[in-house]
């Protein structure tokens, strides 16, 4: 049973149920959550509901998009600004997906563990995100926090411990490390404007070839850039991305801050979110 009730409140907050929320559709997860985790909902606004099922998130079962949530809202609102820093997620790098970036004038890579997590592929991640990021972290729990030190003391990442009050601790400070950058592996991260954007700036032209060599023609462009120069480009590229409407994502509620930062809303679902939240359950 307990099983089951993991997995509902891995769904409810999601992309899926978030859009189908916005899109006014009656999105069975949700109320399927509201059924087995909200006392008495009637009457009660839908920002309440979300409210009570999040805090059942923080005292039982902090997911990863707990972390992720709690990471935005503490570093990106708490200690940079949306104004001037631009926050990633499940970001491919490699043979991994980064679990959150912030860029502002570095780019910092948080791999998060949680303490419903194994440590099997640790290693082997952080290996992959050294081989496009400088800087890179493990968020994890008080529990997990001795078994990441032990696993990889010696290495240059750093580690940050989410408290049982949900601040964000620094334990170890990362070192920056440019010894494994490579360039094919950040040629792929990037997408096609991107990496136009960076050979133009760098040659002043674009390969004139057929749809079926331009990919690895351009690709040859950008191995033959200086690393250091490409990876600065490479970031400036990245911290273009995810542009907001700041004014009206500083009016969402902290518990759906992540979703909404990462679903790419117009002002029109900005709206129809508040409209949303605002509304009496109604069964």
Do not use: W
């Not at 001795?146 to 990889?152: D, F, S, T, Y």
Request: hydrophobic share 35%; with cysteine; charged share 30%.
């Amino acid at each position: 049973m307990e099983s089951v009730n993991n997995l509902l409140l891995n769904r409810v907050f999601t992309r899926n149920t978030f859009k189908a929320l916005i899109a006014g559709s009656r999105d069975d997860i949700y109320y399927a959550a509201i059924r087995r985790y909200v006392n008495d909902p009637e009457g009660k606004s839908h920002l309440q509901i979300i409210s009570e099922i999040y805090e059942i998130l923080d005292k039982e079962y902090r997911n990863e998009y707990f972390y992720k949530n709690t990471l935005l809202n503490k570093l990106l609102i708490g200690v940079h600004s949306p104004k001037t820093t631009t926050a990633l997620t499940e970001v491919p790098v490699y043979k991994s997906k980064a679990d959150f970036i912030l860029i502002n004038g570095k780019a910092v890579v948080y791999e998060i563990k949680t303490e419903l997590d194994n440590l099997e592929r640790l290693e082997s991640q952080l290996q992959d995100y050294y081989k496009a990021f400088t800087t890179v972290y493990v968020v994890t729990s008080e529990s997990n926090f001795e078994a990441v030190k032990r696993k990889l003391d010696t290495s240059n990442f750093g580690i940050y411990v989410l408290t049982k009050k949900n601040s964000i601790s620094l334990r170890k400070k990362a070192i920056d490390d440019y010894s494994y950058l490579n360039l094919e592996t950040i040629f792929r991260i990037l997408r096609k404007k991107e990496y136009e954007n960076i050979l133009l700036k760098n040659y002043g032209y674009l390969p004139e070839v057929s749809q079926f060599y331009y990919y690895s023609e351009c690709k040859k462009m950008f191995k033959n850039l200086d690393i250091d120069i490409a990876y600065q480009m490479f970031i400036s590229e990245l911290k273009k991305r995810n542009k907001i409407e700041i004014q009206y994502f500083y009016q969402v509620p902290k518990e759906l801050k992540s979703l909404a930062y990462f679903s790419g809303l117009k002002k029109k679902d900005y709206c129809i979110l508040q409209e949303f939240l605002l509304k009496k359950y109604g069964g």
